[in-house]
Nanobody
Framework: QVQLIESGGGLVQAGGSLRLSCAAS???????MGWFRQAPGKEREFVAAINWNGRTSVYADSVKGRFTVSRDYAKTTVYLEMNSLKPEDTAVYYC?????????????????WGQGTQVTVSS
């Protein structure tokens, strides 16, 4: 069983930065780790994901060049560095995990989810 706990959300002005963390308990070394977000009234959408060895990362077009996903195996933690934040980035951000080697971007393909952390970007 895998448990995921996100942290690092908050309120930031447009153009600012935040770093989200996802602490994992359980076996995640052979898992793809993903970040998703959900704004009020919208469906959960893919943000970024990183494969089991950290060598492959995939990003949504809307965050490419602004967000960076990374993982620290020693701490079993995944990070999402968010720069140049925009008001449209406002959402609850979720960490997710699935035991597979290839990166996937559909929420239904992930088996484990955190509770989410709120990110609010003011204009």
């Amino acid at each position: 069983q895998v448990q995921l706990i996100e942290s690092g959300g908050g309120l930031v002005q447009a153009g600012g930065s935040l770093r989200l963390s996802c602490a994992a308990s359980g076996r995640t070394e052979s898992s793809v780790m993903g970040w998703f977000r959900q704004a009020p009234g919208k469906e959960r959408e893919f943000v970024a994901a990183i494969n089991w060895n950290g060598r492959t990362s995939v990003y949504a077009d809307s965050v490419k060049g602004r967000f960076t996903v990374s993982r620290d195996y020693a701490k079993t933690t995944v990070y999402l560095e968010m720069n140049s934040l925009k008001p449209e980035d406002t959402a609850v951000y979720y960490c997710a995990a699935v035991r597979r080697f290839d990166v996937v971007i559909t929420p239904g393909q992930y088996d484990y989810w955190g509770q989410g952390t709120q990110v609010t970007v003011s204009s």
